[in-house]
């Protein structure tokens, strides 16, 4: 044998240095004083050096499609046939959720759903313990508060209502103090949802332009948008919903520090079915803003809250003028307005149509433009005055006799009228 494959047995395999172990040796011998080896005679040996068995072998066990870049998952996932496996593909784990969330719901290669089968499974509920989904007005409702307001539940809320439409109505009020929402968790619902009809984003500090971009760009339908202390949001961001959302009907901006008349000139341009308008707080929002919300010939607006803002006598004014259509108008706390400008805006007489209004700690109320407003405002069934200081017994009789379609007045804190007052123009108010 030896022969044949010309191996003279031990010392072929080490020839350098001598063979390891001389034919002198016994089967038995001692290397070191504490360690014996056993070595019988061999003809061949399987292999040429010592074999160790390291831990790096049972490394990196990862299967091998999380091996592939994200870019190759995106596409794996884009074809998924149906909601149901998406669903489940976004339980694996973060990062296939994160992946699937970034594909638009116009990617997604759309096949039918077999008869009998259930076309998704709640992704949501998997991933953050959600309760079900709230089907409001014919559209999927989501709230989200506090500390389950993160970009992971949005992203798959996304996910897991994407094969039914999306969501139609959102609101996110407040944010996870570790973990809480940002313009990822916004852009994901954006292509999750184009159908989104309703957005309400209140004390979210970490949202700004471009989550708000990303809302322009898909969600086309959006008809409400409320946002509250978003101070990240800017004048662009407001103006590039109001140039791709042309079904905006309702808008209300409070504590917005960075929203001012750049972004209410866009909405007066490109949005011609607004019909509701509030604006609270907002420091930069001046009479330029107003002005242009109110006079635009393409706005509808029927309902119109102003409230601590710093607009003078013109804005009011133009209120008195060109709110023909507004039915209903608050003002509050506007320590900017004089007597003048309420007086204008009572005789201007374009509030024909204004059927409630309710005025709160604004000190240019006086008995002179509290009649005015009654002699302008015909059809006025809905009275409210609140912490005017200057109005008193007369001017509220005054008010009384003027606002002939008068039906209701309600008043508080106006401490200058009596109970005779009251009584002299009860005659006035139906009981």
Not at 312 to 336: E, R
């Amino acid at each position: 044998m030896p022969a044949l494959v010309n191996i003279r047995g031990d010392d072929d395999f080490y020839s350098e240095g001598g063979s390891l172990c001389s034919g002198d040796s016994g089967v038995v011998f001692s290397i070191g004083s504490h360690v014996e080896i056993y070595c019988p005679p061999r003809k061949r040996s399987r292999i040429s050096g010592p074999y160790i068995v390291g831990r790096d072998l049972f490394e990196d066990k990862r299967p091998s499609i999380d091996v592939l870049p994200d870019e190759c998952l995106f596409e794996i996932f884009r074809r998924l046939p149906g909601g149901r496996e998406r669903s489940a593909s976004a339980c694996v784990s973060k990062r296939w959720l994160t992946v699937l969330s970034s594909v638009r719901s116009s990617e997604f290669n759309r096949s039918k759903i077999p008869q009998g089968q259930p076309e998704t499974i709640s992704v949501e509920k998997a991933v953050n313990n959600a309760d079900e989904d709230i089907e409001c007005d014919g559209y999927l409702t989501r709230c989200v508060e506090g500390k389950k307001a993160t970009d992971v539940r949005l992203a798959a809320i996304a996910v897991g209502t994407s094969s039914r439409g999306g969501l139609g109505k959102l609101s996110i009020r407040g944010s996870n103090a570790l973990r809480g929402i940002s313009n990822f968790g916004l852009s994901a619902i954006a292509r999750g949802c184009p159908s989104l009809r309703v957005l309400s984003l209140w004390n979210v500090p970490s949202i700004g332009d471009e989550g708000i971009f990303e809302i322009a760009r898909e969600c086309h339908s959006l008809e409400k948008l409320d946002l509250c202390q978003c101070p990240s949001i800017s004048n662009s961001g407001l103006a590039a919903i109001a140039e791709s959302c042309p079904n905006l009907t309702s808008l209300t901006i409070e504590s917005c520090p960075n929203i001012g008349n750049e972004s209410l000139q866009a909405i007066a341009k490109f949005c011609p079915k607004l019909q509701s308008i509030t604006i609270k707080d907002c420091a930069l929002v001046g009479d330029q803003g107003i002005a242009s919300l109110l006079s635009s010939a393409s706005t509808a607006l029927t309902k119109v809250k102003l409230q601590a803002l710093n607009i003078t006598d013109y804005s009011v004014a133009v209120i008195g003028h060109y709110g023909k259509s507004i039915t209903n108008l608050v003002l509050c706390g506007l320590q900017n307005v004089s007597q003048k400008g309420f007086w204008v805006m009572g005789n201007a007489k374009g509030l024909q149509t204004l059927s409630s209004l309710t005025i709160t700690s604004c000190r240019g109320v006086t008995d002179l433009s509290l009649e005015a407003l009654g002699r302008g405002c015909p059809n006025l069934k809905h009275m409210c005055l609140r912490k005017c200081c200057f109005v008193s017994d007369n001017g509220l009789v005054a008010f009384a006799k003027a606002a002939g379609s008068l039906e209701s007045l309600q008043l508080e804190e106006v401490n200058r009228i009596t109970q005779q007052g009251i009584f002299n123009c009860s005659f006035q108010l139906y009981f």
